[in-house]
């Protein structure tokens, strides 16, 4: 990528699209194209075709997804299916037709089988059952790695894929019943000592084992594989090491200043065991995550009071 290359950024808004914004524009690109889903929706193919046949952008971020937590993954199945499958297959097969030179395709670590072996390697793709709750957003992102894998084989295309881990940080989603594990801690603790509250209450065990990464170290990690990779295969994005859900919550808390207790409600769902990344394919290539998660916590939570 030059410096006036025409890039694109499909979910310029979300967490994970406006962290590779601001690492694009602190890098000196200067001809960045960012729609909203009001001026531009990705979900309708005659749209997203007018759109790359106007704007012919040569690099692609997609980053465009429909996202949520347990809750909303479990409830809203066929929405998280259609909408992530109809965003992809859009922006991909627009990215071919209108041979954009390179597009980076977002995934994520839920793709991998509930009893994979730990740390999830890319090797275990396929090789069993999903976890129920979130199988249709697996399913969606799997479709796209293997779209990214189809159009290189068939057309040549440039297209390489990203499975990052659990993310976090700047304009993460704070919704009481949408909003991935970490936010959502970081919400009720907030709430919690507002409301001057005995106790927060913490849907399972405490006891399943999550890694976290800092969303704008996701953006560099994009940045340096949009310059640096051109391989086939999908790679992890991750630290490479993991906090039990219970650890989590303590951090938080302390970060938070909240001294009630915490209790744990064993009857909701725990989720996946674990979900660790393997990330040496990544590492092997010169990559690192910078954020310390109480750094990074320090910073979300900022963000979570400058607009609350």
Aim: charged content about 20%; hydrophobic content about 40%; proline content about 4%.
């Amino acid at each position: 990528m030059n410096k006036d290359s025409k890039i694109y950024i499909a979910g310029h808004r979300g967490m994970v699209g406006s962290a590779i914004l601001r690492k694009l524009t602190a890098a000196g690109f200067q001809n960045i194209i960012c729609k909203t889903s009001a001026e531009l929706d990705l979900r309708n193919q005659s749209d997203v075709m007018q759109f790359f046949e106007k704007e012919k952008p040569a690099y692609v971020f997609l980053a465009a997804a429909k996202v949520g937590g347990i809750i909303a993954n479990n409830t809203y199945r066929a929405d998280f299916l259609y909408e992530n499958l109809a965003i992809q297959n859009n922006i991909i097969h627009a990215a071919h037709i209108h041979q954009v030179t390179k597009l980076l395709f977002l995934g994520s670590s839920c793709i991998y089988p509930k009893l994979a072996p730990q740390p999830l390697k890319e090797e275990s793709l396929l090789t069993g059952l999903l976890e129920h709750t979130n199988e249709p957003y697996a399913i969606a992102k799997i479709a796209g790695i293997k779209m990214c894998e189809a159009y290189r084989s068939q057309y040549g295309c440039n297209f390489i894929a990203v499975m990052p881990t659990n993310l976090y940080g700047y304009n993460d989603n704070y919704h009481p019943q949408n909003s991935h594990v970490l936010p959502a801690l970081i919400r009720k603790f907030h709430e919690a000592k507002l409301n001057g509250a005995s106790h927060v209450e913490i849907w399972g065990t405490g006891t399943p084992l999550r890694e976290f990464l800092f969303a704008d170290d996701l953006a560099d990690a994009c940045y340096f594989l949009m310059q640096n990779y051109d391989g086939a295969d999908f790679l992890n994005v991750g630290v490479g090491h993991d906090i039990s859900i219970k650890d989590l919550a303590l951090l938080i808390k302390q970060i938070i200043g909240f001294d009630g207790e915490i209790k744990f409600d064993t009857s909701k769902p725990d989720g996946t065991p674990r979900k660790l990344m393997d990330v040496s394919k990544l590492s092997a290539l010169g990559w690192k995550y910078q954020t310390e998660l109480a750094e990074g916590i320090q910073l979300a939570y900022a963000d979570f009071l400058s607009k609350n």
